[in-house]
C-alpha cells in the first residue's frame, strides 16, 4: 500500500479526540445507536477518520438495524485489513483501515445481497466527504 500512516501513540493523541483514539487506537466500540451516521441518509464517501483514506461509499450503506453504521461491501477490498478478534468469548472479524491501521469495527456475514457482508462500523472512526 502506497503512503502507509505510522505513528506514535503520542502522535495519534496529539491527532486524534480522546473518543477517537479510544476507538480507533484502543479499538473500542461506541454504543449501539449513539453515533453520527448510524441513521445518516447523506450521500458521499466515508472516510478513515485517522488518515483520510476512503473506505466506503454511501451507495452500499444499508440499515441493518444493529446501531452502528452498515454497509455491504467497502470501495476497494485494499483498503481493509480484516483480522481474528477471539475477545469477548466469540470469533469475529475485526476490520481495520490498511492505510494506518485504525480499527473501524467488524464484518459479519450476515449482510445483504450481493455480497451477503455487514461491515458493522463504528461512526467516530469515519469522516463524510457529502457529494451530490
Given at each position: 500500500?502506497?503512503n502507509?500512516?505510522?505513528?506514535s ?79 469477548l ?44
Amino acid at each position: 500500500m502506497e503512503n502507509k500512516v505510522t505513528k506514535s501513540p503520542q502522535e495519534w493523541r496529539n491527532s486524534l479526540t480522546p473518543e477517537q483514539y479510544e476507538i480507533c487506537i484502543n479499538k473500542g466500540t461506541e454504543p449501539a445507536f449513539s453515533g453520527k451516521y448510524y441513521d445518516n441518509k447523506e450521500k458521499g464517501i466515508y472516510k478513515c477518520v485517522c488518515c483520510d483514506e476512503p473506505l466506503f461509499h454511501s451507495e452500499t450503506k444499508f440499515d441493518s438495524g444493529s446501531g452502528w453504521p452498515s454497509f455491504w461491501n467497502p470501495v476497494s477490498d485494499g483498503k481493509i485489513e480484516y483480522v481474528s478478534d477471539k475477545s469477548l468469548g466469540m470469533i469475529r472479524t475485526e476490520v481495520n483501515c490498511k492505510r494506518c491501521g485504525a480499527h473501524l469495527g467488524h464484518v459479519f456475514d450476515d449482510g445483504p445481497k450481493p455480497t451477503n457482508l455487514r461491515y458493522c462500523i463504528n461512526s467516530i472512526s469515519l469522516s463524510l466527504e457529502k457529494q451530490d
